[in-house]
């Protein structure tokens, strides 16, 4: 897991790395036209943000759970958290979170000493869950467990529903 850490005057840690201040200013300007004349003028405000870096449990209470989007999502945690390995008509697929903003994606943070743009994991700039630390609970109308939605939802391929067996 990459670890990204600001260092500047704006940005400070409190002594045990758990919180973090960060004091920015906002700049802009008011313009206004009287005839052919813009009158610009510029302003300022300060904002200071404070972002706690321990991450909390989370829990995802989830209305309509035994559905397609349900059903497909607690496969996709599971899983990944099994780190399940699974063949579709075009191949063998390890599990993992492609099309996740938050978790297959970069982000340009600077250039190195040599001028190289320098990518982290868009993950590491804030805390975030990770999908696999999700508490998921819900409850859907048909009242049919996880394995029987799944398999009535159509999404997932034979061998990844087989694999994940009974989801509880």
């Known amino acids: 897991m990459v670890s990204l850490k600001v260092s500047n005057d704006n940005v400070k840690y ?7 201040t960060s004091s920015y200013t906002y700049q802009n300007s008011i313009v206004s036209k ?12 300060d904002y200071e943000f404070q972002v706690d ?4 449990k ?8 035994g559905g397609n989007n349900g059903t497909t999502f607690v496969s996709a945690v599971e899983s990944n958290k099994q780190k ?12 993992n979170y492609f099309g996740s903003v938050t978790q297959a994606s970069t982000v340009k943070i600077g250039i190195d000493e040599s001028g190289k ?11 975030l869950v990770d999908p ?8 859907d109308i048909n009242g049919e467990n996880l394995q029987n939605a799944a398999k009535r939802a159509k999404v997932l391929s034979y061998d990844l529903q087989s694999q994940l067996g009974s989801i509880e």
């Open 14 to 20: 409190n002594s045990d790395n758990t919180v973090l």
């Open 34 to 45: 009287q005839g052919e004349t813009y009158t610009v003028k510029p302003f300022t405000k």
């Open 53 to 56: 870096l321990k991450v909390p």
């Open 58 to 65: 989370v829990g995802l209470l989830l209305v309509g759970l």
């Open 84 to 95: 399940i390995v699974f063949n579709t008509k075009d191949g063998e697929i390890k599990s």
């Open 117 to 127: 743009d320098v990518y982290v994991p868009f993950n590491s700039i804030l805390p």
């Open 132 to 139: 696999n630390d999700l508490i998921v609970s819900g409850w």
